[in-house]
């Protein structure tokens, strides 16, 4: 969802919990295999990870309803901006919010959120959002619950500690979420320290590839 509800809004109106190891069950072969096909395109690189409440300390507030009206949480209203832009974030009391759409609740923002069912949220089609595997992209060019294959990306060790981080990636990325840009894609760190070192691992490019061969 990242950004197109925020301009649906505009248009009408004026180090964390770890989740269950994610695979990509790419080929283990000790080192980036090489690709099979023709390259699917090269895309500018964007990153966005879960925003926390802790980390937003703004005086003024805004309102997280649900889609019956009913009060979530009154946080920072920075981070409900940011909430809304990324499609989720973590509250300080633990539980993490997702953006389910627009409304007009008095007491609102014009967002309406639901608590989610999975340690960082979800994208697209409740798709659950998993660090260094999921990336968002704009739909005319990477549908949703594609798989594609990264070769640079490929033998490169994640920021972090297990199960989260710090294992070799195979190079296998899923399009698990929207994204507003054709020629880029916006891949999902989790947490914004993970953002900041990869961003710097990592080209601002990334050539992909169908994962056929590469990725189960």
Known sequence: MRRLLVALA???CAEGIPPQSATGGGTDNGSPAPPTSGPIGTFGVN?????????YNAASKSTMTD???????VVPVNFYLDVVDTGAGRL?????????GVC???????????????????GAENRPLSPFRSIAANGG???VGTRVYAPSLAGKVMPGDPPVGGFVHDGCLVVD????????????TGLRSYEQSLSNLLASNLQLYPAAGHCQ
Do not use: E, K, M, N
């Open 141 to 143: 060019t990477l549908a």
């Open 92 to 100: 300080t009391d633990g539980r993490v919010l997702t953006l389910v």
């Open 177 to 188: 979420d929207h994204g507003a840009d054709r020629t880029h894609i916006d891949l999902f």
């Open 10 to 12: 505009i248009a009408g």
């Open 104 to 122: 007009t609740c008095q007491q609102g923002s014009g967002f309406c959120f639901a608590v989610a069912q999975t340690p960082w949220g979800t």
């Open 67 to 73: 889609s019956s009206c009913s009060s979530l949480a």
């Open 47 to 55: 990153y966005y990870y879960l925003p926390y409440q802790s980390d």
